[in-house]
């Protein structure tokens, strides 16, 4: 029997539907999103009142995803916020890294290992790239989104804002398949203590580097709703001048690195920029914005 790769793809489709998990096209053999951007939405069909962006639009409706896959065979995204799960991403060191540096599977065991809990088996799948996706259904209390190394190098977490490349896709070639457990568990309750954001605390006006919270949160919102709503061709750029605009307040110690990195590589993963993409342009905007800022900081002293 000839093997088809879209009728292969539509049931991976398929299948992670009835599971109750939101799915949309990704371009074939890569990790982008098929569907049209802003700047080419033809408000129609599901953009009638409005430019939906793919997390909006992902289904588990069986007819829409035939009605889909039926054009080419793409690879199949899973909106993890839709379909209420949380996927913890351990990644392994881009090629032109340490060949003896640790990857995610590495950090994310010595993590366990330091809060005296055991690695979690949960259904897990083998990315293109040699990593695994940890499928968790997320809590329903609680609205968890991105994070990217919070937990630990090379460790990311997705869901509201965040998607991942459903098994049965391939990128280059190479397949995303089912590695050890199928059985999908609740995410562990030290897990979501460690994602779920703490509670604000009411510090006095006198606080030290911590003065100007309410303009600073204005700051970060407004950055982080640019990134997010850059329109397709100014997504990277955006990202580059909202890192360089919120560095600075990592410089003054009125923001941390963790959380502007967090609210950012959320936000342009969101937008549809690449993880690789996000990580890169933020480092390079974040570094170049602390060391401005600490050189200015120094001569006024």
């Known amino acids: 029997m000839t093997h088809d790769p879209r009728m292969a793809l539509l049931l991976a489709a398929l299948n992670a539907a009835e599971r109750g998990w939101h799915v949309f096209p990704l371009r ?19 953009c009638s009142s ?29 909106a993890t916020g839709p379909s209420g799960l949380l996927v913890v991403d351990l ?18 065991a010595a993590l366990c290992e330091r809060t005296g809990q055991p690695v979690a088996r949960t259904r897990t799948v083998r990315t293109a790239s040699g990593g695994h996706h940890l499928y968790f259904t997320a809590p329903a209390a609680v609205r968890l989104h991105n994070t990217a190394g919070t937990l630990a190098p ?42 779920v954001p703490p509670h604000p605390v ?25 990134v997010t709503t850059a329109r397709e061709g100014q997504r990277n750029a955006t990202l580059l001048r909202a890192g360089r605009a919120l560095g600075r307040f990592i410089a003054s110690g009125d923001l941390t690195r963790t959380e502007v990195e967090t609210a950012l590589q959320g936000a342009g993963e969101s937008a549809g920029l690449p993880v690789a993409e996000c990580r890169a342009t933020l480092r390079s905007a974040l570094n170049w914005s602390i060391t401005h800022n600490q050189t200015s900081t120094r001569e006024a002293a």
């Open 91 to 108: 990644d392994v060191p881009k090629d032109n890294s340490s060949t003896d540096a640790p990857d995610g599977a590495a950090t994310f």
């Open 154 to 195: 090379l460790v990311d977490t997705r869901a509201w804002g965040g998607y991942v490349v459903a098994a049965g896709s391939t990128i280059d070639g190479t397949p995303y398949e089912a590695a050890g457990p199928a059985l999908l568990r609740p995410l562990p309750a030290w897990l979501k203590a460690l994602l």
């Open 50 to 78: 409005g430019h939906r962006k793919w997390e909006e639009r992902a289904t588990t409706d069986p007819d829409r995803i035939r009605a889909a896959w039926a054009h080419a065979p793409f690879n199949v995204g899973i």
């Open 202 to 226: 009411n510090r006095p006006a006198t606080t030290t580097g911590r003065r100007h919270r309410p303009y600073v949160d204005a700051a970060l919102a407004k950055e982080t709703t640019a």
């Open 28 to 46: 074939p053999n890569t990790k982008r999103p098929a569907l049209h951007g802003e700047t080419d939405c033809p408000r129609t069909g599901p």
